[in-house]
């Protein structure tokens, strides 16, 4: 399966190097390579990665001087089912414009940057920690079916190359076609994403460790109810990464 994704990655890169020319796709002034994912190194200042201090369990980061840990008063008032909740960087400005465009008009270019982003961070964290599986947060298949492809699941499959942990993409499915969740309120979210997903009914789960992965977190809702199910199937410990974090 891998020297195939090699394959299609070498004829895409060799692809885009042939139909684009090597300018950074976000300012389209300075030189950036397929290689560097079309961004350049001026534009890359942009990205902010995430420090702590932060949540312990959703990540969300905070000013200041906290050098203990401490959870928010948002996950205080929720009912999670993931361990906790960490992202590479903070979704503005370019960030988001890349998963943005990456995600609806198929500017496939910017996985290359995506994944480096993610991979960065997330792959020094999960090495050697005993991680069963990545799950990438499913889409509908009616979602699936109009958007062409999961950016959730091209970018576990990078992560998992990055680490070695297996992605696993049959265990959840989603139930529901469930709205926007973009003009939904915290309390709405929850709501519209109860219930949203299963584990596949042959599937037995006993106790393994499981990483969810998404592209972006913003009230943690959708990896939330992810969670919850893989939770209810018999998966022990269950955390999630995404490539950024609204704050
Ligand atoms: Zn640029
Ligand atoms: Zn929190």
Redesign the pocket.
């Known amino acids: 399966m891998q020297s195939f994704g090699e394959t299609t990655r070498n004829w895409l890169e060799a692809g885009l190097g042939f139909l684009y020319p090597p300018v950074?796709?976000?300012?389209?002034?300075?030189q950036?390579t397929a290689k560097e994912g079309y961004?350049?190194?001026?534009?890359?200042t942009l990205v902010r990665f995430i420090r702590a201090p932060f949540c312990d369990r959703c990540g969300l980061p905070f000013e200041g001087d906290i050098t203990t840990t401490f959870v928010c008063t948002n996950c205080r008032d929720m009912d999670l089912h993931f361990s906790s909740a960490r992202s590479a960087v903070v979704a503005k400005t370019l960030v988001l414009e890349a998963i943005h465009r990456y995600k609806y008009s198929h500017s496939l270019w910017f996985e290359e940057f995506l994944a480096d982003l993610l991979i960065r961070e997330a792959a020094p964290a999960l090495r050697g920690q005993g991680w069963d599986f990545i799950v990438p947060v499913p889409l509908h298949p009616l979602k699936r079916r109009e958007r062409e492809f999961n950016q959730a699941e091209l970018l576990a499959n990078r992560l998992g190359a990055a680490t070695g942990i297996q992605v696993n993409t049959k265990l959840v499915q989603r139930t529901a076609a469930t709205l926007t969740q973009t003009r939904l309120s915290r309390e709405q979210r929850a709501t519209n994403m109860k219930d949203a997903f299963v584990v596949s009914k042959n599937v037995r789960l006993a106790g393994q460790k499981i990483v969810i992965l998404d592209d972006v977190f913003t009230t943690g809702a959708t990896t939330n109810a992810c969670a919850k199910a893989l939770r209810a199937a018999g998966a022990g410990d269950v955390c999630v990464w995404t490539v950024a974090r609204g704050i």
């Open positions: 950074c796709q976000f300012c389209k002034t300075n950036a961004i350049c190194s001026e534009c890359w």
